[in-house]
């Protein structure tokens, strides 16, 4: 990447440090275990298998209930249940406490998932192998099926109520890894991801494990937002000595030992095995795991209400594009990860002290020579990781040493306006004679990229929109449907539809089309032939 560019890129993340608006916290992601990284979602989608995974109810002792009653969550990753640290139910759904009629115990679950319970009535001693067929006959021809039915009447009902009602409730853990946190942690949280197709109606939630746990957790304030995060697998998917009771152990391995541990507390409520399609790492083939990973943030929550008055400053085509979509990511925006595991890009302009106590951020490789007393001639990793600035604090404390994440690539994309032509190290006048933009087009896929973080970066340094105009487009599909792919061939080579039928009928063909409303075309090249039978 150029030089300058990446020098304004450093000045963009610079003055937004300054302005306050820049944090360390943690951003959830597919995680590969066998590569020791970080995916993008892009990745993380390309090798999903059929897996068969363990799946079991844990019942989770309600503080003080008098029917000494168990919330009973659902998972299919028994690792993360060392690292609970909330229980999450829907706040408009409609809850049981139930008590089995044969085994005594007393649950809390969703009316809804109720057959979801095992049944634990006791198999009747039949003599000789005969069989009762009055009772062998007794689900009938058209019944929706015999398990609800023997499953609810299993159970007494002994309370109903909302889900809303329960936030707050205090329980027991099934681990006491994380018992420091229990003044914030173990208690009941709302929030509509939940969902009643599958489970109980109520999530176990483990924050450095789950980016919807990640999210309820810290809206919740049982997580901090800033703070660290105890991550209690290390990077080659192995619990820490955090978890010392299966320290060491791979995650993915250490399933059965964990589910037989809560069975020796009693808290097993049913288990299992589930077929299901699970992503795996393109490249090492091993299961993605999510875990939280430390990044660098971009307040953009901060800004959410000048995002939306500058987004009504400006004009777009078509206009719906504007007040539904992008209004819409903008109004439920949230803060920026801005920095990848990476080694090629533009690196974080951020020294650090071996402490942590003082942080130090590049505006300049001017500054950088300054407070390094070493030449830069390049800003890519290999070129400047080795390079150390004293501490201000005195000698006694060292040296700060760069952090090694590099940019997320759309924060340069972003960064355009500035960097390309190397401002304010250069061109100030032009700049500033020629900006807001006249005029941006792209596809509409860069609502959520390009368009968003143009914004979003312009108005944390001017205050203002970054452009006046946009044209969107959408997007060109193979005739499938799908994304046109190398990989695939799934569409037909443009040349050869060139070639065929002239590139005028091409043009028309497009122009034509629902792209220029900003709506998905589905290419085939009969199109094009129709262009020319009508047109020619």
């Given at each position: ?93 409609t ?47 058209g ?15 002994l ?25 914030v ?15 109980t ?10 980016e ?11 997580i ?51 077929m ?95 407070r ?21 604090r ?62 979003v ?28 792919s ?13 070639d065929q ?36």
């Open positions: 990447m150029d030089l300058n560019f990446m020098e304004s890129v450093w000045w963009v993340f610079a003055q937004i440090y300054d302005k306050g608006l820049v944090y360390k916290g943690f951003k959830v992601m597919p995680y590969s275990t066998g590569c020791k990284t970080p995916l993008s979602n892009f990745e993380a989608n390309q090798d999903y298998k059929d897996v068969p995974d363990p799946e079991v109810m844990v019942a989770f002792p309600i503080l003080g209930d008098s029917d000494e009653a168990s919330f009973v969550a659902w998972t299919t990753t028994p690792w993360t249940l060392p690292s609970h640290l909330a229980l999450c139910v829907n706040a408009n759904f809850y049981l406490k139930v008590r089995n009629k044969y085994s005594k115990q007393v649950y809390v679950v969703a009316e809804s998932r109720l057959s979801a319970l095992p049944n634990d009535k006791p198999k009747e001693n039949v003599p000789n192998g005969s069989v009762d067929s009055k009772k062998s006959n007794s689900k009938s021809k019944s929706s099926g015999g398990k609800k039915e023997a499953v609810d009447s299993s159970y007494e009902v309370q109903k109520m909302l889900g809303a009602s329960l936030v707050g409730t205090k329980y027991e853990p099934p681990f006491d890894y994380f018992k420091e946190f229990s003044d942690a173990f208690r009941v949280v709302a929030d509509n991801y939940v969902t009643d197709d599958s489970g109606g109520i999530v176990h939630c483990a924050p450095a494990f789950g919807d746990d990640y999210r309820v957790c810290l809206e919740n304030k049982v901090n937002k800033g703070e660290t995060l105890i991550v209690a697998v290390d990077e080659d998917g192995c619990f820490t000595e955090k978890i010392t009771d299966f320290s060491k152990c791979y995650v993915k391995n250490a399933d059965k030992d964990i589910i037989e541990a809560v069975k020796r507390k009693g808290r097993l409520v049913k288990s299992g095995t589930i299901h399609s699970y992503p795996h790492c393109p490249r090492s083939k091993t299961p993605l795991i999510q875990r939280a990973v430390p990044s660098w943030f971009i307040r953009v929550e901060q800004l959410k209400e000048k995002l939306l008055e500058n987004n009504k400053q400006t004009y777009w085509v078509p206009d719906f594009v504007k007040e539904k979509r992008f209004h819409n990511w903008l109004e439920n925006a949230r803060d920026w990860a801005v920095s990848r595991s990476r080694f090629w890009g533009t690196p974080l302009p951020v020294w650090i002290s071996e402490d942590g106590e003082e942080i130090e951020v590049m505006d300049s490789i001017k500054k950088l020579e300054e390094s007393g070493v030449k830069v001639f390049d800003l890519h990793r290999h070129n400047i990781d080795h390079i150390t600035i004293p501490s201000r005195g000698a006694q404390f060292g040296v700060l040493r760069r952090i090694d994440d590099v940019f997320d690539c759309w924060f340069e994309s972003g960064s355009m306006p500035y960097a390309y032509i190397h401002y304010p190290f250069e061109n100030v006048e032009l700049f500033e004679k020629n900006f807001l933009g006249n005029f941006v087009a792209e596809g509409l896929d860069q609502t959520r990229g390009w368009f968003y973080t143009l914004m970066l312009f108005t944390a340094l001017f205050g203002k929109p970054a452009f006046q105009n946009l044209i969107c487009n959408g997007l060109v599909l193979a005739e499938d449907g799908k994304k046109m190398k990989s695939l061939k799934n569409y037909p080579p443009p040349i050869d539809v060139i039928y002239g590139a005028d009928a091409v043009r028309l063909c497009l122009i034509n089309s629902p792209v220029v409303r900003a709506e998905p075309l589905r290419f085939k090249k009969e199109g094009v032939y129709g262009v020319v039978k009508d047109v020619f």
